[in-house]
């Protein structure tokens, strides 16, 4: 049987009943702006669990949108991946200075045998 995600039927079934009560808490106008933090008091639902939810892209952020999360570097409030976009810059910058570093590394040890048992560690 093929599965869209790796949990089993019921649990899936658990999670969609769990994206309705959060939709139907905010279909009325007056709570469609209301934060994460108020949803889960109110539904009992942890946080961190909405947080998912809105990562896996259950809820529509053009009609809902107060349904941010933070970043998990710097607590900003963002709406989409895992990191604000100065944090996922700063990553990435860091990401490529330890690349370079690396073929530098690679570039100064000139000992053939000694980069053949390099690449197979």
């Known amino acids: 049987m093929k599965v869209s995600k790796p949990v089993c039927p019921d649990c899936a079934r658990k999670e969609l009943d769990t994206v309705k009560r959060i939709r139907d808490y905010l279909k009325p106008k007056e709570r469609r702006n209301a934060p994460v933090l108020q949803v889960s008091q109110d539904l009992d639902i942890p946080v961190r669990y ?3 939810l809105i990562r896996e892209k259950y809820f ?12 998990k570097n710097c607590n900003t409030l963002i709406t989409l991946g895992e990191y604000c976009s100065s944090c ?12 370079e570093d690396a073929g530098k590394n690679n570039k100064d040890n000139n000992d053939p045998d000694g ?7």
């Open 50 to 52: 909405i947080e998912y």
């Open 60 to 71: 529509d952020l053009t009609r809902y949108p107060s349904m941010q999360y933070k970043c």
């Open 88 to 99: 996922a810059e700063e990553l990435r910058k860091n990401l490529l200075s330890t690349n």
């Open 115 to 121: 980069n053949f048992y390099k690449t197979r560690l």
